[in-house]
């Protein structure tokens, strides 16, 4: 009985090592959250931006490359670079914005609640840009058509 305590314990404690993937978060929950980011932030199909840049289009894209915005020199050479925004990418980001970019110029301080983080991540790829989620592993496949 001590062993299993012990087990579930360590489990646990582990936990927080394993984040929650973007479809495992509730965007609805993550629309919430993300009124943290309107202040500076939008998601719409227009050319505009805001004080930060208009976030539609961010998934899968580079960084820095939002025609219109001016960049910190920071985030820019990290455009250059390669990096790209995706889960990981911006979970790290989101998290911490001045761990990823030192020198940029988002002033926030980043969100430490990873429930909070994984439904803002759901929010922002089911919202900046649609690519279709993966199915859950456990999804039947569809039948053929006409049998």
């Known amino acids: 009985m001590r062993l299993s305590a012990i087990v579930i314990a360590a489990a646990l404690s582990a936990a927080p090592l394993f984040p929650a993937a973007a479809q495992d978060g509730d965007a609805e929950a993550g629309r919430r959250v993300f009124a943290q980011c309107r202040a500076c932030h939008i998601i719409d199909a227009s050319a505009r931006n805001n004080v930060g840049p208009n976030l539609a289009g961010l998934w899968g894209r580079r960084a820095a490359q939002r025609e219109g915005f001016r960049y ?61 989620l993966p199915a859950p592993a456990s999804a039947p496949a569809a039948a053929p058509a006409g049998g």
């Open 72 to 132: 910190s020199a920071n985030l820019t050479q990290l455009g250059a670079s390669g990096h790209e925004w995706n889960e990981a990418n911006l979970r790290a980001y989101l998290t911490d914005p001045k761990a990823v970019a030192p020198q940029g110029s988002m002033a926030f301080a980043g969100i430490r609640n990873p429930e909070q983080l994984t439904n803002l991540i759901a929010y922002l790829r089911t919202n900046a840009n649609p690519l279709p």
